[in-house]
Every structure is written in structure tokens, then in C-alpha cells.
């Protein structure tokens, strides 16, 4: 066995070992998340595999802008292992992202920007195979289908921009991706400026008051489409320095939560989350994730490269075929 | 003179990478010319999308004609819907032709030996261009009459129209060339633009619809501006690109 193909089997190995382990520690290390119960555990899947899904993408317009600089046979297994491999990541990011949405907000489809954005990646995907398996001419096919592959490419950032404006709102935990609001929330005061916005709901501040360790603010809530004022009573630990309880706004998923308090002053932080928010904060869950994306991406390397191998090998069976069965 | 290089393999090889001696634009108007002159004869696609047109918006204005009495607050993003639909399917229906017809009639060959791949190119954007213009206005003036649609803003509509289409040809002219080559083609042609067509889609009609419901230039500027980079982006990467797909 040559030094090459025993490092092979060790990675091999050693990949077993990592993803066994995730699926472990996704049970027994990430600890519960208060609002979400045993479907927090999700992330530990869900975001790796939707990560690696841009990932395949972009590797596979990489392989076919170099096949189409140097025709050869390989970088076009590459580019199509690549995008099967990350058509089944895109497979998987989508399933597990939509049961996860209707367990935890009532709907598997919401148009959420990145749920737009993966949709239309997995119909490239899928256009992308059609393509294919239309050509008969094998040189044509990888020709074309490189083409096809990069003029795609060319208009996901266009596609990122624009799935934003999609939605009035986003439900994945990103502060940036909810209009309007700045992922550092607003300060209000009962002396001074006691009227804020954050995105389009119109915040007031109507009172601080302490109980016990905690600080609990009245703050009066208008925004479109609701009818009444209504008021919400958000509260802040002060020995842990922690938002403690988030209601939710009324008619929405998301929260709003106080994430600084000043009560000589008279002063609170104020700041909207979406569900989910927090949740890579604490150390255990972190590290499990991280882990769990270095797995996902060796996973991906693994599948990929087994697969660009098994199709360089058809390929070449298929044309010693032909070279045996022609007359001499 | 480089002794390897005869005289006969430097005339074959000019006479088969085509004929550059006439300028870019002249070469791209003559293909444009002569789609046009064979479109006309049989007029099969103008015919086929003007029919198909005009059986799509009946049919809308069949299901949605009551709904246009009744207020309805989102009306106008449904008629943009609908409208960008309409459009979306007539094209779907006729662009691939201009590159379909070549390979059908098998004229492919010489049109390689006529034109340099870029004229080609440009000709063919231009002859779908024309076409799609077309199909545009009449669907949208049938539209607009059939089902009672209100167009708060025209010179706004008309403006995101005219980006619209420009943005449709661009990503749609060498997705023709592609299936031309294929062997499904009709069916295909849909498959591959629809997901390249997506973020045009969404920007077009949230702009029609401010349009329609009458809001100023400053609602409809940002579409404008995100349909006019597709577009220039989409066209700037069919040039480099086409000379791969026009390849015997």
C-alpha cells in the first residue's frame, strides 16, 4: 500500500469518527434553547449543509471556467460532482430548514430571503442536470453545460440582493436582514427621547422598574397593521448583564428584548430579535457548530472527489469500449 | 515570412474563421436583417406569440374581470404579477427561435462561415429584442383594456417594461443558443432561463406594481437601476461566453 492511498484510508477514517462524534454532541453536548426546545439541535445540521450548498456552487463554476480554459475531461467530473454533491446538500438544507420552520413558525414556507435564495439554487441545480442529460455529444455537453454553469453564477449576486426585498421580514436570525433595523438597537429614555423606531414598529418607553435582580421596561409597541397600542414588559438580568424575558411582538415571530439597562438615568437599550437569535452564544453549542461545519466540508471534499473519480472512469471505459469495438 | 506558413493555409485559415472584414455593427445589422426577412415569410413566431398572448390574457380576464370592481388593496401587485407572467410565458414561447430555426433548417453551418460569432450574437439579441418589444406592447395594451387595470404612472410602467425586456433578452439570447444544440428543446428553454430570471422577476413586478398604484419616479428608480446592472452584467458575460456555444 503506498503512502498516498494509507493517508487516503486514514482521512477516510478519521471523517467517520468527526461526523459520528457531531451526531453525538448534537444530543448529549448542545444544551436545550429555552424557545426553541429539542429543534434548536437543528443547527448543528441545517447551517453547515446550507452553507456547503454555496460552497459546491462556487466550486463547481471554478472547475467550469477551468474546463472551458483547457478542455479537459477531468475539470468537467470535477464541476459535475461538485454540483451533485451539492445539489444533495441543497436537498438536505432545504428538507430539514422547512420541517424546522414548521415545527418552530407554523409554516414550512415563509419566502424568507434565504429560503428564496436556495429554492432558486436548487432549481439551477436541477436545470444544470437537464442540460446534460439533453446533449448527446459528450464534448458539446461538457462545453455547454460549463457555459450554462457560469452565465448561472453570474446571476446569483443579483439574486442575493434582490431576495431581501422579497419579504417584509426574515425569520432567520440575522439582525441584518430585517429592514430597517440596526443590529444595534436603540437606546430610549424616560427623560429625553422616549419614542424610537426599530424597522417599521414604533417603540415608546413608558417605564423602568427593578425586581430583584431583574429590570423590567413598559414599553408601548405600534406598528403597521396593528390596530391598538399594545404593551410589552421586556426584562434585563442585572447580575448576568443578559436580556432575561422576550416577548414576542404581537402577530409577529419576533422578539423584543432589552439588552442594556441604565437606571439611574432612566435609560434602556431596546432591540428586536428573530427566534434563534443567541443561540451560537453559548460555548458548548458554538464549538459543536463549528465542528460540525468542518465535518460537513470534508464530507462534501470526500463525496465529490469519489464522484469526479467514478466518472472519469466511466468516461474512460466508455472510449476503450468504442476503441475495442471499431474495426481495425 | 515564416517559412512553415504557406500561402494557401493563411487564405484557408481566413476564409474559415469567416470573413472579418466587414465591421462588427455592419456584420450583426446583416444577421438582424436577415432574421427579420425569414421571420417574415413565415411569420411562424410572430403568429404562434401573438396568439399565445392574446389566449393568456383572455384567459386572465375571464377569471380576474369581476375582481376589479370590488376594491381590493393588492390589486395592483396581482395585475403586475399577472402581467410579468403573461410576458414571461410569450417569451418563453418565442426566443429560442431565432436559434432553433438555424439548427432545424440546418443554415447553422453557414451562418459560422458567414458572420464572426459575436455579429452572430448581436444580431440574434437584437432580431429576440424587436420581437419581444412586440409581444410587450401588445400584451400589455390588451391587458391593460381587458382586465380594467388603472396604470397610475405609465411613463414609469413603460420605462421598467423596456428594462424588463432588455434584462429578458440578456439572459434569455444565449439560453437559446444553448438548447438549439439540445434535444428537448422547447421545454428546456423554460427550465434554464426560469432560475436565471428570478431576481429580474421579483424587481420588475414590485416596480409595476408602484407603477400601477401610481407612485413617483422614486419608487420605480431602484428597480430601474437593479434591472439596468442585470442587464449590462448578463450581456458582458454572453459575449465572453458565446463563442463556446457557437462551436461546431
Redesign the interface.
Known amino acids: 500500500m503506498s503512502d498516498r492511498l494509507r493517508l487516503d484510508q486514514a482521512a477516510k477514517i478519521l471523517l467517520g469518527v468527526w461526523m459520528a462524534g457531531i451526531v453525538v454532541a448534537m444530543f448529549l453536548v448542545v444544551p436545550q434553547y429555552v424557545g426553541l426546545g429539542d429543534a434548536g439541535r437543528i443547527i448543528i445540521l441545517h447551517v453547515p449543509t446550507a452553507w456547503i450548498t454555496t460552497v459546491a456552487f462556487a466550486v463547481s463554476a471554478v472547475y467550469s471556467i477551468r474546463y ?1 480554459w483547457k478542455r479537459r475531461a477531468s475539470d468537467d467530473a470535477g464541476a459535475v460532482a461538485a454540483a451533485e454533491a451539492g445539489f444533495l446538500f441543497c436537498a438536505l438544507a432545504t428538507v430539514s430548514g422547512m420541517w424546522f420552520a414548521n415545527i418552530v413558525w407554523g409554516t414550512p414556507w415563509n419566502w424568507d430571503p434565504r429560503e ?1 435564495t436556495i429554492l ?1 439554487l436548487l ?2 441545480y ?2 444544470y442536470f ?2 446534460r442529460s ?3 455529444d459528450v464534448e ?1 455537453r461538457r ?2 453545460s ?3 454553469n ?3 453564477a ?2 446569483m ?3 442575493l ?3 431581501p ?2 419579504a417584509e421580514s426574515t425569520l432567520h436570525p440575522n439582525c441584518a436582514f430585517i429592514q430597517g433595523s440596526h443590529c444595534d438597537g436603540i437606546w430610549l429614555e424616560l427623560n429625553g427621547a422616549r419614542v424610537g423606531q426599530l424597522g417599521d414598529v414604533v417603540l415608546a418607553l413608558q417605564g423602568i422598574e427593578q425586581r430583584g435582580d431583574l429590570a423590567v421596561a413598559q414599553v408601548e409597541v405600534r406598528m403597521p397593521g396593528l390596530r391598538e397600542v399594545a404593551l410589552l414588559t421586556p426584562s434585563f438580568e442585572l447580575s448576568s448583564g443578559k436580556p432575561a424575558d422576550r416577548p414576542e411582538f404581537p402577530g409577529q415571530q419576533f422578539l423584543l428584548a432589552v439588552e442594556g439597562v441604565d437606571l439611574t438615568n432612566g435609560r434602556v437599550l431596546l432591540n428586536m430579535e428573530a427566534p434563534g437569535t443567541g443561540l451560537l452564544s453559548n460555548s458548548r453549542t458554538f464549538w459543536t457548530f463549528m465542528a460540525a461545519n468542518i465535518g460537513f466540508l470534508g464530507l462534501f471534499i470526500w463525496l465529490y472527489r469519489l464522484r469526479a473519480d467514478v466518472l472519469l472512469l466511466q468516461d474512460r471505459l466508455a472510449r476503450r469500449e468504442v476503441a475495442y469495438e471499431l474495426p481495425a | 515570412m515564416d517559412p512553415r506558413v504557406s500561402p494557401q493555409s493563411t487564405v484557408e485559415a481566413s476564409t474559415t474563421t469567416a470573413p472579418p472584414k466587414a465591421p462588427l455593427l455592419t456584420a450583426a445589422w446583416a444577421v438582424f436583417r436577415k432574421d427579420v426577412r425569414s421571420e417574415l415569410r413565415t411569420r411562424y413566431a410572430l403568429n404562434a406569440i401573438l396568439l399565445f398572448a392574446v389566449s393568456t390574457v383572455v384567459a386572465m380576464s375571464l377569471g380576474m374581470g369581476p375582481l376589479t370592481t370590488s376594491r381590493n388593496a393588492d390589486l395592483p401587485i396581482i395585475h403586475a404579477a399577472l402581467l410579468w407572467v403573461a410576458i414571461l410565458f410569450a417569451a418563453f414561447t418565442g426566443l429560442a427561435r431565432a436559434f432553433v430555426q438555424e439548427e432545424e433548417a440546418r443554415t447553422a453551418a453557414a451562418l459560422r462561415l458567414s458572420a464572426r460569432p459575436t455579429a452572430v450574437f448581436l444580431g440574434k439579441l437584437w432580431f429576440n429584442l424587436a420581437l419581444l418589444l412586440l409581444i410587450v406592447a401588445v400584451t400589455t395594451t390588451l391587458f391593460v383594456v381587458m382586465l380594467r387595470v388603472q396604470v397610475g404612472n405609465p411613463g414609469l410602467l413603460a420605462a421598467l417594461l423596456l428594462a424588463g425586456s432588455l434584462g429578458l433578452v440578456a439572459a434569455t439570447t444565449l439560453i437559446a443558443a444553448i438548447i438549439a444544440r439540445a434535444s428537448v428543446k422547447g421545454a428546456l428553454f423554460a427550465v434554464l432561463s426560469f432560475p436565471l430570471l428570478a431576481p429580474l422577476l421579483v424587481v420588475a413586478i414590485q416596480g409595476s406594481a408602484n407603477a400601477l398604484a401610481g407612485r413617483g419616479w422614486e419608487s420605480g428608480v431602484g428597480a430601474l437601476q437593479v434591472l439596468a446592472g442585470y442587464t449590462i452584467a448578463l450581456f458582458t458575460a454572453s459575449l465572453f461566453l458565446f463563442n463556446n456555444v457557437w462551436e461546431p
Do not use: E, G
Request: proline share 3%; net charge positive; hydrophobic share 75%.
Open positions: 472551458l428564496t432558486i432549481l439551477i436541477a436545470a437537464a442540460l439533453a446533449l448527446d458539446r462545453r455547454l460549463a457555459v450554462y457560469l452565465f448561472a453570474v446571476t449576486p443579483f439574486l440582493f434582490v431576495a426585498r422579497m
